[in-house]
Nanobody, 120 residues
Framework: QVQLVESGGGLAQPGGSLRLSCAASGVSFSSNFMTWSGKVPGKGLEWVSGIYMDGYDTDYADSVKGRFTISRDNAKNTVYLQMNSLKPEDTALYYC?????????????WGKGTLVTVSS
């Protein structure tokens, strides 16, 4: 059974940082693309970032480029999202998902999310 469990969310001030983690089990982690998406209350789910199996190829939404960094540790079956220079508009419920075939889509399993709130 595939399980993805996010952690690391919380309250941060504008300009601050948070590091999200997503631990995977029940899946051949190193064989999957991994992604992060965010859902703002009252709005749709927006893709944030994706990372290739080997961790060398990454992609980001324009809104987070230069501020967020995705990485993965295949030995720990974990994907991370380092969030720097946070803005109030980054406030969202962040989900990790594994993807069958792409960095931006093809997601087939999702975690339950971790809430990030950016406020002073």
């Amino acid at each position: 059974q595939v399980q993805l469990v996010e952690s690391g969310g919380g309250l941060a001030q504008p300009g601050g940082s948070l590091r999200l983690s997503c631990a995977a089990s029940g899946v051949s982690f190193s064989s999957n693309f991994m992604t992060w998406s965010g859902k703002v209350p009252g709005k749709g789910l927006e893709w944030v970032s994706g990372i290739y199996m080997d961790g060398y190829d990454t992609d980001y939404a324009d809104s987070v480029k230069g501020r967020f960094t995705i990485s993965r540790d295949n030995a720990k079956n974990t994907v991370y999202l380092q969030m720097n220079s946070l803005k109030p508009e980054d406030t969202a419920l962040y989900y990790c998902a594994k993807s069958l075939w792409g960095l931006r889509n093809g997601m087939d399993y999702w975690g339950k999310g971790t809430l990030v709130t950016v406020s002073s």
